[in-house]
């Protein structure tokens, strides 16, 4: 069974571009969740999306945004870009949505984004 | 305030030895999951171990067990005859049952020295 796949996986853009960011579950997986990792602030939650719909967001603003398809492959789009999100954008996929407890998540090898 | 603590920033260990990297966790909730996860210099985090709130046993899983002490609010990551290929970062995380969101703590650097 393939694992989770993202693409890019390095990318490089300048401040105030747009970027979008791809995710490929491992098969039969519908929830798929964003994490964005940096030194300074660690691992922390973007979103999660299952069955199509967004079922919670973490505590970013606005220009984060993403979507899901109905193959439950999903895309994050990170609008005018600041130096500040520059990170590693990790995807992960579960076969139940985040709020089972016992829900083990597989992440993907994530996409490397420096922002110039 | 953090809901997930590592203490240890980075940790050296000879190989063969067993290593334990602690983990302490803040939470109200009755009803809550905590993982373990191994990150490779190549990005991707691999899950180890969970250990939900009301099991009556620490976890196993191969050379990986979880010593929880509930009391306490422990979670420690045992690796037993630990091997070259154990040098990662690691992350403990927690699930509340009141809240979706899976909490990581800011990891500790594993070193294993041949």
């Known amino acids: 069974k393939a694992g989770v796949t993202q693409t890019p996986r390095y990318l490089i853009k300048t401040r105030g571009q747009q970027v979008t960011l791809s995710c490929s579950p491992i098969?039969?997986?519908?929830?798929v969740s964003w994490y964005q990792q940096t030194p300074g602030q660690g691992l922390q939650f973007l979103f999660e999306y299952f069955s199509e719909t967004q079922r919670n967001k973490g505590n970013f603003p606005g220009r984060f945004s993403g979507r899901q398809f109905s193959n439950s492959r999903s895309e994050m789009n990170v609008s005018t870009l600041e130096l500040g999100d520059s990170a590693l954008y990790l995807c992960a996929s579960s076969l139940y949505p985040q709020r089972e407890l016992h829900n083990e998540q597989f992440f993907g090898p994530g996409t490397r984004l420096t922002v110039l | 305030a953090q809901k997930i603590t590592q203490t240890q920033p980075g940790m050296f260990v000879q190989e063969k030895e067993a290593v334990t990297l602690d983990c302490t966790y803040d939470?109200?909730?009755?009803?809550?999951?905590l993982f373990w996860y191994k990150q490779p210099s190549s990005g991707e985090m691999i899950f180890l171990i969970y250990q939900g709130s009301y099991d009556q046993q620490n976890a196993t899983e191969g050379r990986y067990s979880l010593n929880f002490q509930k009391a306490r609010k422990s979670a420690n990551l045992v690796i037993s005859a630990s091997q070259l290929g154990d040098s990662a970062m690691y992350f403990c995380?927690?699930?509340?049952?009141?809240?979706?969101?899976?909490?990581f703590g800011k990891g500790t650097r594993l070193h294993i020295l041949p």
């Open positions: 995380a927690m699930r509340e049952a009141r809240d979706d969101k899976i909490i």
């Open positions: 098969s039969g997986h519908r929830s």
């Open positions: 939470t109200s909730d009755p009803s809550y999951g």
